[in-house]
């Protein structure tokens, strides 16, 4: 693959760092078509318009993303399209979760841009790329791991429809973003429910919680 002539797509809710990002990489990936998304939802529109993509950056905390649930539902849904995380979180655990439940690479918020560029080709050519003298650890199967599994058999709809659930909307206020009626919602969320094995919207979300990312001091 050469490294021109790319669509990618930027997932991240700061437009000045995708407007940075944006800038910075198109010296090296030339005549690349650049998508922006500033939310989990936003990111799902975008490919549901097409999957005609060759890498997404994701940030792990989109307005809708809950912390590593959009990864594992692009990687359940669309494994033919590599995702790379660019985070400002940098703790190993972050970057080991990240890696286990699919991404192609870790890319700190810190990294330079000679960094980025040299990680980007890397994933491109198929390789998996993570800052120097990462170590990996062991995940363990705990409750997280459980809902993970239960999160990627849900239809990219079905997850729309959990994502506006956490936000607190109501099924007629779901039904008219999607121009269906509440009888449609209230059948998407009966499979969400079995999906997952709850029984309400309230544990389904709280299901949903179970992937936030971990607390971690930044300053």
Known sequence: ??????????ADDHPL???????????????????????????QQ??????????ILLDLQMPGSHGYSTLIHLRSHYPEIPVVVVSAHEDITTISRAIHYG????????????TLTDALSAVLYGDIWLPENTKLVEIENNDSEKVASKLSELTPQQYRV???????????????????????IKAHA???????GVRNRTQAVIALQQLEMEKVDLS
């Open 103 to 114: 991404s192609s690479g870790f890319i700190p918020k810190s990294a330079s841009m000679e």
């Open 1 to 10: 693959m050469k490294l021109e002539n790319l669509k990618i797509i930027i």
């Open 46 to 55: 975008t490919l549901d318009q097409s999957t005609e993509f060759d890498l």
């Open 162 to 184: 959990l994502q506006m659930f956490a936000e607190g909307l109501l099924n007629k206020q779901i039904a008219y973003d999607f121009g269906v009626s509440e009888a449609t």
């Open 190 to 196: 009966t499979a969400i429910f079995r999906k997952l």
């Open 17 to 43: 760092f995708r407007n940075a990002l944006r800038q910075a990489l198109s010296a090296t990936f030339t005549n690349t078509q650049w998508v922006e998304a500033d939310s989990a939802d936003a990111l």
